[in-house]
């Protein structure tokens, strides 16, 4: 924490006590005036309030007038020339008028209009840096007839609405930076069934994982609880040996604490027992979820699959005139069904993520390649970084091992996603790497 003084260094001088004054200056009485100019005597004053007078609050300068000032920096204009915009709120606000509607209106301009350029602004310094980062100033991706089909300079802002306040366009792509910089911390263990686990294997976690699938779509919870509920059962895991006739107790735990964090009205501990049949009692759930809360010592903000997914989905739906629900549908399914696979703990959620995407692509269009520039460059990977996730995603998708487990297939089954389980591609993906 920064002391005043050290922020601006004039901050000393305004701290100085009045104790302090009157140790370096003598008081000055009518009497002493009156000797010092020859005994003129000095008539009684009133004290200079002027002096004494506050600070005047931020308030008094509008959002217009910051908006007007740095309009005018990014155009090289001069700021002496808005001075006059910083009086006239002050002056407003004296007389007790209230502002026009007219000047609200120019105010929203100007304030819209100051948050395209500055994304403008930082979409060319990312193209910039990636483009002296490359030998060519172009990268390109080549169809089977050999013509260039990615152009990095074709990258759509995505965080060019600044409309909606959700969207935070402003702060996005800072955003995401501390996101993918969050994702290499807090991960499981790729390989705790073959370190810590001795009771239970990946056959037994995939049945539960099946099975919480089934339960948050009975209890309709967002899907940000499953996945922070695998989240937390993986990394328990990955430290602590755990018999088989707890792992149930461990999946409904974790299920009440992801619940409790991500739910307007998570269920109660009550809810939780009873779809276990009663097999664990209440002191026993919120025994396990004390062990889990204090294992991760509550730290419940992680990145998982599902939050890169919402941004790279909406990088995908650029390249398109009208949003596709289907791609979304089919993306979150594809994604839905790495849960399950312990196998995919190896790889990082932003690159499951952008391979659901990439196969969701290739599944409903077959005629133009799944990744563009736009794509590269919001999920930060080339296709050829995406080829083992989406092989493996694939055969998921097709199901190639003969799993019986289908939670997941009958909940995208439904109308309301478009039955997109259903959905496969008759061409295989292994054809877009194959060069």
């Known amino acids: 924490m920064y002391s005043s003084s050290s922020m601006h260094p004039n901050a000393n001088k305004e701290n100085v006590s009045t104790s302090d004054v009157q140790e370096n200056f003598v008081r000055i009485t009518r009497s002493r005036a009156k000797n010092a100019l020859g005994g003129v005597a000095v008539p009684l004053t009133k004290p200079s309030f002027k002096q004494q007078k506050k600070r005047a609050v931020l308030k008094d300068v509008s959002n217009a007038s910051a908006d007007n000032i740095y309009s005018e920096l990014l155009k090289g204009g001069n700021i002496k020339a808005n001075r006059k915009c910083l009086k006239k709120p002050k002056k407003a606000a004296k007389e007790g008028a209230d502002i026009p509607m007219e000047m609200m209106a120019d105010i929203h301009t100007e304030k819209s209009k100051l948050a395209e350029d500055l994304s403008k602004i930082r979409m060319a310094e990312a193209q910039d840096a990636s483009l002296s980062n490359s030998k060519d100033e172009e990268i390109t991706e080549q169809k089977e007839d050999g013509s260039a089909v990615m152009d990095f300079l074709q990258v759509v802002d995505i965080d060019s609405n600044v409309e909606d306040p959700q969207c935070c366009s402003l702060y996005a792509a800072d955003i995401y930076d501390n996101i993918h910089v969050a994702e290499l911390q807090q991960r499981p263990l790729a390989n705790y069934m073959e370190l810590v686990q001795r009771d239970i294997d990946a056959d037994m976690r995939k049945i539960l994982i099946d099975w919480l699938v089934e339960v948050s779509d009975d209890y309709k919870l967002v899907p940000d609880t499953l996945y922070l ?88 739906q650029a390249s398109y005139k009208v949003p596709l629900i289907e791609l979304e549908c089919l993306a979150n399914y594809l994604a839905e069904l790495t849960l399950m696979e312990y ?88 054809s877009l790497f194959s060069r």
Request: net charge positive; hydrophobic share 40%.
């Open 343 to 430: 196998t995919f703990l190896r790889f990082l959620p932003s690159l499951t993520a952008a391979s659901a995407v990439f196969l969701a692509r290739w599944t409903l269009d077959q005629t133009d390649h799944p990744w563009n520039p736009t794509l590269q460059h919001y999920t930060r990977y080339e296709v050829a970084e995406l080829k083992t996730a989406v092989l493996a995603m694939e055969d998921l998708q097709l199901n190639t091992s003969g799993s019986t487990l289908a939670a997941t297939r009958e909940k995208y089954n439904q109308p309301k996603f478009k039955s997109v389980a259903k959905l496969t591609s008759p061409k295989r993906v292994t």
């Open 229 to 316: 509920t695998v989240n937390l059962i993986d990394r328990f895991l990955s430290n602590t040996y755990i018999e088989r006739q707890r792992l149930q107790l461990l999946g409904v735990s974790c299920m009440l604490i992801a619940s409790k964090y991500e739910e307007l009205s998570a269920p109660r501990v009550e809810e939780f027992c009873f779809i276990t049949a009663n097999t664990y009692t209440r002191p026993e759930v919120l025994s396990m979820e004390n062990q889990v809360l204090n294992f991760v010592h509550f730290k419940l903000s992680v990145p998982t699959t599902k939050t890169f997914l919402r941004r790279f989905i909406k990088a995908a």
